[in-house]
């Protein structure tokens, strides 16, 4: 019954925003681990962003200052805000999460949405 569906993708130009959301459900929301990976064509999958049930969040050393990640709570959503974005930002984004996860930018979770495109136009 878990499941995890991303939104918010889109097609900007360079130095524009987006914001992505991550809608989870059939996980007890405020216990889990949830991060934010994107895999660029011909590349692996990394860690973007990652916040802990219990820790503060932690960044990619490519996104810090530009991204932020949050939780809500109350509408168990997932969002990531992408500032300043650059054309090296392009990838599938994908919402991720587990129980409790090994490492916060690692591919440890259990759990993985279907991904949103983001591309960003030079």
């Known amino acids: 019954q878990v499941q995890l569906v991303e939104s918010g993708g889109g097609s900007v130009q360079a130095g524009g925003s987006l914001r992505l959301s991550c809608a989870a459900s059939?996980?007890?929301?405020?216990?889990?681990?949830m991060a934010w990976f994107r895999q660029a064509p011909g590349k692996e999958r990394e860690g973007v962003a990652a916040?802990?049930?219990?820790?503060?969040?932690t960044y990619a050393d490519s996104v810090k200052g530009r991204f932020t990640i949050s939780k809500d709570n109350a509408d168990n959503t997932l969002s990531l805000q992408m500032n300043s974005l650059k054309p090296e930002d392009t990838a599938m984004y994908y919402c991720?999460?587990?129980?409790?996860?090994?490492?916060?930018?690692?591919?440890?979770?259990?759990?993985w949405g279907q991904g949103t495109q983001v591309t960003v136009s030079s």
């Open positions: 916040i802990y049930h219990g820790g503060s969040p």
């Open positions: 991720a999460a587990d129980r409790w996860s090994g490492a916060p930018l690692e591919l440890t979770y259990r759990y």
């Open positions: 059939g996980l007890i929301f405020d216990r889990i681990d």
